[in-house]
């Protein structure tokens, strides 16, 4: 069983950054793209970013194109989000998932490896 672990989240002031981190477990993420999504309060689930197996291969929602960068360590089994001038509207709570394959460009995740995700809270 796929598993996921995210953690990095917290208070952060408008303007400033913060890294998340992702540990995966069970299967090694070498051959897998590997996706964010985030859920705000009240909201459903959305795609934040995707990498392909490399890391090389990115894409990225338009509202946070330019301010957030997705990046992949395999050999540590780890996938991270930097993101940095960080808006009120960035709060939500952030998870990383497998992608079981692309449909038009965006990740369908692993709707049985969603992990508890970790809150990030942006403060004026």
């Known amino acids: 069983q796929a598993q996921v672990v995210e953690s990095g989240g917290g208070l952060v002031q408008e303007g400033g950054s913060r890294r998340l981190s992702c540990v995966a477990s069970?299967?090694?993420?070498?051959?897998?793209?590997m996706t964010w999504f985030r859920q705000a309060p009240g909201k459903g689930r959305e795609f934040v970013a995707v990498a392909d197996t490399s890391g090389r291969g990115t894409n990225y929602a338009d509202s946070v194109k330019g301010r957030f960068t997705i990046s992949r360590d395999n050999a540590k089994n780890m996938v991270y989000l930097q993101m940095n001038n960080l808006k009120p509207e960035d709060t939500a709570v952030y998870y990383c998932?497998?992608?079981?394959?692309?449909?038009?460009?965006?990740?369908?995740?692993?709707?049985?490896?969603w992990g508890q995700g970790t809150p990030v809270t942006v403060s004026l």
């Open positions: 069970g299967h090694t993420i070498n051959s897998w793209y």
């Open positions: 998932n497998y992608v079981l394959r692309m449909v038009d460009g965006y990740p369908e995740p692993d709707p049985d490896s």
